[in-house]
């Protein structure tokens, strides 16, 4: 069977290497975003640079997106004369990647649906280092009559691709991934903190217990960063508010309370207001430090 061909729309941190690593696997892909910039970078690996979204999903099997939130996707996909709904072809498939709302999930997959084009969510963890790798964690939302038509795709861009539900479940499954995350790196934070406070050294914590029940991807990728006071992102805390807010917004509709998660948004929101959003999550640690009175 010839393999699909797809449209990728969104090329930033995420989408740029996503799509590369499609066309490094013999896809024919056609890229667009809204800077020229990310689209010539692409197409110089060997994608088809699009002027427009129309132009990256009328001839596409598959389009892909991957843009920053509920608005954005919305946008892309539902909105004005330039949009996905109005230019792909009917059995089309529209997988979107990107960490949105779940209930907006829902709605762009209903209005999809009408117009006979089928619809996934299907956002990732992993991050730039994994993006490039090709090893995501794909957490899917979708009919199952059609995921192993796009499993093959995913896993290219994926180390795993695991359907989770109906359309909706992925975002669902990305906000439970995000306030376990959220929170573990902020009581990582305060535990490092509170060890060099009471004259322990954190390196030394870190050595101690990351073999033991504590022990954690989080901490792993997170503890050298602290130590290191290295706040380089891989993952800006503006997105994990963003996320958080989402994961806020969908409890209230559940009618659940989220301690968890209100604390951790408050600790990332303050760190916002200090001008410290485009930082990686990581930042957290900062928080405990100034309460502490030290640094790591
Ligand atoms: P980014 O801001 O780097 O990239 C988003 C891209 O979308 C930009 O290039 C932008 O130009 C493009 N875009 C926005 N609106 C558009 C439109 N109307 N038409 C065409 N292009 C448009 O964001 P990112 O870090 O790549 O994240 C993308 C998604 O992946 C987000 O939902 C994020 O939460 C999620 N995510 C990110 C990471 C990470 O570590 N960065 C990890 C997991 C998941």
């Known amino acids: 069977m010839s393999k ?56 596409a099997d598959i389009i892909i997106t991957m843009v920053p939130n509920s608005p954005h996707v919305k946008q892309v996909v539902l909105e004005g004369d330039d949009c996905v709904i109005k230019a792909a072809k009917k059995g089309a498939i529209v997988v979107d990647m990107s960490s949105i709302a779940p209930l907006v999930s829902k709605e762009v997959g209903e209005k999809l649906n009408e117009k006979g084009i089928i619809f996934f969510d299907a956002p990732v963890s992993g991050g730039e280092p994994k993006a490039i790798d090709g090893t995501l964690s794909i957490m899917v939302g979708g009919p199952e009559a059609y995921f192993e038509t796009i499993k093959p795709v995913l896993m290219v861009m994926g180390a795993s691709a ?11 499954t990305k906000l439970a991934n995000q306030i376990i995350v959220a929170c573990n790196i902020a009581a990582l934070g305060e535990a490092l903190v509170l060890a060099k406070k009471a004259g322990v050294d954190p390196q030394k914590v870190f050595e101690a217990i990351r073999g033991g029940l504590a022990g954690s991807t989080v901490m792993e990728a997170k503890a050298p960063m602290m130590i290191a006071q290295n706040f380089k992102p891989g993952f800006r805390i503006d997105l994990h508010v963003k996320d ?53």
């Open 4 to 59: 699909p061909t797809i449209g990728f729309i969104g090329l930033g941190i995420m989408g740029k290497p996503m799509a590369k690593n499609l066309v490094k696997a013999g896809y024919d892909v056609t890229v667009f975003d809204l800077k020229q910039a990310s689209i010539d970078e692409v197409a110089a690996e060997g994608a088809k640079g699009a002027s427009s979204i129309t132009e990256a999903s009328k001839d």
């Open 162 to 172: 695991v359907l989770v539900g109906e359309v909706g479940s992925g975002n669902t």
């Open 244 to 296: 958080l807010n989402n994961v806020v917004e969908t409890a209230e509709k559940l009618d659940m309370p989220v301690a968890c998660t209100d604390l951790a948004l408050a600790m990332l929101k303050e760190l916002q207001a200090q001008d410290c959003g485009s930082l990686d999550h990581s930042a957290l640690v900062k928080i405990s430090e100034k309460a502490a009175g030290i640094e790591l």
